[in-house]
């Protein structure tokens, strides 16, 4: 890797570096702030360019009456397909109901029933009903309004280009924003840059979605796991040659009544799974690509025609719909499986700890232990809310620590960094590791994607990086951390030779008993993912 060498135009310090500005992150930043640290968050984007923005179902969060931690961590336990730490699931679950507290609090207001109760729904693999929502289907929109109100310091279109270490542990951030390169000199920073979405052609994630924390966690020398296991949210709103981020269909208008049915009208999931539609999502988006492979057909489709009041429950859905001309209280809507959840991450303890002293991370970059092979429907906002306030008061353990870095400091930055085309590394992803795999296909991807990096299908990137806008600089990032993440996934992949959760081997349909545990990466001397083989401990504490 080549030396580059920068200027620096600006420097700060902090004692807490928020990296991303969602429900994690906000949480994390409000608590800290609240303990007396001084907290600086960098967003990429605006204040509503969150994954939380498009959050529509709700949170899942354990109810007053005829529900229990035990119910809700059950069903979490069973959803996760064998892989979840269950001691992490009750702590995340038991904080729900203090987390959500704190949020009404900030001024947000969820739905009420005509009984004056908070109104409740059920969603995919959930035993029953508990996922609290706002706005009908704008649940995460509240929740990023509410957290948005606390004014805490942000510095929007910002990003991190690197964790700076020492001996110690985390010493800072050198970031990039309109302002040129700079350094955030602090002892801690929180990583809570959402998931890896834009990997794919289809996604539910916003363009921001670019896998940032993995790639700067990996480079700190944390550990990541888990992430074969992309969750693809199955119904997501499908028209003809749709790419990008696609408008989902929240689980919520299954749970409401809402039926899915394929091109002759037959139901998809009948003798699939027990709660049939309401089946875990990565059953239900397995049966779908099924139904589609049986039918020649790429949609399959929900019939919520029946449901009475849909556009005021569903207002954000119904939006959608019509915008592709679709009338659900009259048309059949159409879906197909999209990618949306990754449920592995930087692999840290309940409170956003990694192995590296001052890293942390928390919301949809970590893996808590709490989602496993699969995420339950709706944990996620829940994980967000309780993990971030969690990271943001442990992060007080890092005050007096060294914090200082070298203005002269070595960086090897986005000139030296593998990137492959984006374009083309969405289609080799979405054709070789979407909702079903097989070993050829992640051979031959692996193999592609060498050869992208060695040949002339790789991004090229000037030596000289400091004439550049932040924004291209920002997006040569964006496409290194997809790449190499998308190194990181294909390893695990082809690794993991089995079916378990979301992810589903055609080559290995089943579950192995030998293979229930969770499969670690750490960066090799040369800069390359490797699995972690040695037995070394994926948890840091």
């Given at each position: ?49 969150t994954s939380t923005q498009y959050a529509q179902g709700g949170i899942a969060v354990v109810a007053p ?405 932040a924004a291209a600089i920002i997006q040569d990032l964006e496409d290194s951390a997809l790449t190499l ?57």
């Open positions: 890797m080549t030396a580059v060498s920068i200027s620096i135009s600006w420097e700060t310090d902090a004692d807490l570096v928020v990296v991303g500005g969602g429900v994690a992150g906000l949480t994390a930043a409000r608590t800290a702030s609240l303990r007396g640290l001084r907290v600086l968050t960098l967003s990429k984007g605006g204040a509503t360019d009456h005829g529900d229990s931690v035990e119910s809700h961590v059950h069903d979490t336990v069973v959803a996760g397909a064998g892989l979840c730490d269950p001691e992490a699931v009750r702590c995340i679950v038991e904080g729900g109901v203090d987390a959500v507290a704190a949020l009404t609090d900030l001024g947000a207001v969820f739905d009420f029933g005509r009984d004056g109760e908070v109104s409740r729904t059920r969603e995919g693999g959930h035993s029953t009903r508990r996922i609290i929502h706002a706005g009908g289907d704008a649940t995460g929109a509240e929740v990023q309004r509410a957290l948005n109100t606390a004014g805490l310091p942000v510095l929007f279109g910002a990003a991190a280009v690197e964790i700076v270490t020492g001996p110690d542990g985390v010493r800072g951030v050198i970031a990039v924003s309109d302002k040129g390169f700079g350094i955030v000199h602090a002892p801690a920073v929180l990583l809570a840059t959402g998931g890896l979405g834009q990997l794919y052609a289809c996604s539910t994630n916003p363009p921001g979605a670019t896998a940032d924390g993995i790639a700067l966690a990996l480079r700190a020398g944390a550990m990541v796991s888990d992430l074969e296991f992309l969750q693809f949210h199955p119904t997501v709103l499908f028209t003809p040659g749709g790419l990008g981020r696609r408008p989902l269909i929240s689980e919520a208008v299954r749970g409401e009544g809402a039926v899915l049915v394929d091109s002759q009208g037959d139901s998809v999931t009948a003798g699939v799974h027990p709660r049939g539609d309401l089946a875990p999502r990565d059953v239900v988006s397995r049966a779908i690509e099924a139904r589609m492979r049986a039918l020649g057909t790429d949609r399959v489709y929900l019939d919520a025609r029946a449901l009475d009041g849909f556009e005021q429950r569903f207002p954000t859905i119904t939006a959608s719909c019509r915008a592709a001309g679709i009338e659900p209280s009259a048309d059949l809507i159409p879906v197909a499986p999209a990618a949306h959840f990754q449920c592995g991450g930087v692999v840290t303890d309940t409170y956003g700890r990694t192995i590296v002293p001052g890293l942390y991370a928390a919301g949809e970059v970590a893996r808590t232990g709490l989602n496993g092979a699969n995420r339950l429907a709706s944990n996620s906002l829940l994980e967000g809310l309780v993990v971030g306030e969690r990271a943001g008061a442990a992060a007080v353990e890092r005050l007096g620590a060294a914090a200082r870095i070298d203005s002269g400091v070595y960086f090897g930055g986005v000139a030296a960094l593998p990137r492959a085309d984006r374009k083309l590394l969405q289609e080799l992803m979405t054709e070789n590791a979407a909702v079903v795999r097989d070993g050829d296909g992640l051979r031959g991807a692996v193999l592609r994607l060498v050869g992208m990096l060695s040949g002339g299908e790789a991004d090229e990137t000037s030596e000289s990086v400091q004439g550049n806008s993440t998308a190194r990181t996934l294909l390893l695990t992949a082809s690794a993991r030779t089995e079916s378990r959760g979301c992810h589903t081997r055609s080559d290995y349909p089943d579950p192995r008993e030998e293979l229930r545990r969770s499969t670690a990466v750490r960066l090799g001397p040369d800069g390359r993912p490797q699995l972690v083989t040695d037995g070394s401990d994926t948890r840091p504490f």
